[in-house]
């Protein structure tokens, strides 16, 4: 980011940041009140910009329920920790960041108490928000799985 006068340059910041965040940054850079029933799913990165003021054990939640890329799945991070939750199969992987940034060791069983907790608080998480969840499409065909089709409204 570049700000002179406002921000120093060279600076590195280990905030946790996602791109929810970027709406209420820039109401906060254009003084701008968001109207009274938006909800913010975000926060300002201005104090971790101006001032390298942020929460490292800030918590993040994903909530993707199709089939895109992969399966339909929900994670949350706090700190160093990350589960991510299968929504077909409801399996969980835990994961610590600090150690294992490529998400290659699940140690659900080593840490049990963890995989628990943060369970626990993504599921709060989704009942707070209304998440939606994917339902079976009895019609669904897993041959043609990784076709691509013609749009039925083109």
């Known amino acids: 980011v570049r700000w002179p006068a406002k921000i120093k340059a060279g600076i590195v910041s280990e905030a946790l940041v996602t791109s929810v965040d970027f709406y209420p940054t820039f109401l906060q850079l254009a003084d701008v009140t968001p109207p009274a029933q938006q909800t913010l799913d975000g926060e300002s990165l201005l104090p971790a910009w101006i001032s390298n003021q942020y929460d490292p054990e800030r918590t993040l939640f994903w909530h993707y329920p199709v089939y895109h890329h992969d399966v339909p799945a929900a994670a949350v991070r706090r700190g160093a920790w990350k589960l991510i939750q299968n929504q077909v199969s409801n399996e969980i992987r835990l994961y610590n960041l600090n150690i294992d940034i490529g998400e290659s060791t ?46 039925p409204d083109r």
């Open 106 to 151: 699940d140690l659900r069983q080593l840490y049990p108490d963890k995989a628990e907790e943060l369970k626990a608080l993504l599921g709060k998480w989704q009942n707070e928000v209304g998440a939606e969840f994917p339902q079976a499409n009895p019609a669904f065909d897993p041959t043609k799985r990784f076709e691509w089709g013609r749009h």
